[in-house]
């Protein structure tokens, strides 16, 4: 076993509520889970990191910086698809993730949504489906272009343009 794995089995429950405190408890395990993949997946770089005794100082301050910076992983797979429209319009468009898993507004989550797909279906296609792809899936600019082969700046053309008609059509979505 590496001294890395015998670090995360040993503090789990401690490093598990270190990144509760930094990002609160919805997105703690996804932070400490997203730090421990990339321990592991650079175990040369951490290693030795691990073996001088100073990777829970680096863990702190990893989670630090990843829970706060919009340039981490972990904002662009758990924090930008509602940070970035919260932003962005006053009212949010579409749901956030927090409440798509409440069970009490459920059917009006699920009612939004479907009144947004229905909005869309009055724009070009590619549009609503970029639109989708990037907002559903949380897709940065860079993943989807990588995924699908588009130009970056066709794609955020397309996802403004969603956007815009889902702002200007914000009343019949409720």
Known sequence: MSCISNFIETNYQYLLDMSNRYVGENYGGDLLNDLTLTYLENIEKYEPIC??????????????????????????????????????????????????????NQKDV????????????EIRWFDAEVFKSYYLHSHSLKSLSDATGINKNTLYQSIQKAKDYLKKNQKRIG
């Not at 699920?110 to 279906?121: R, Y």
């Open 110 to 121: 699920d009612d939004q949504i479907t009144e947004a797909f229905k909005v869309l279906e």
């Open 51 to 104: 073996k001088r005794g100073e990777l829970m100082s680096y863990t702190s301050r990893s989670m630090a910086i990843c829970g706060f910076s919009s340039n981490s992983r972990f904002y662009y797979k758990y924090k930008k698809h509602t940070e970035k429209l919260a932003r962005s319009y006053p009212v949010h468009i579409l749901p956030s993730k927090e409440d798509v898993y409440s069970v009490v």
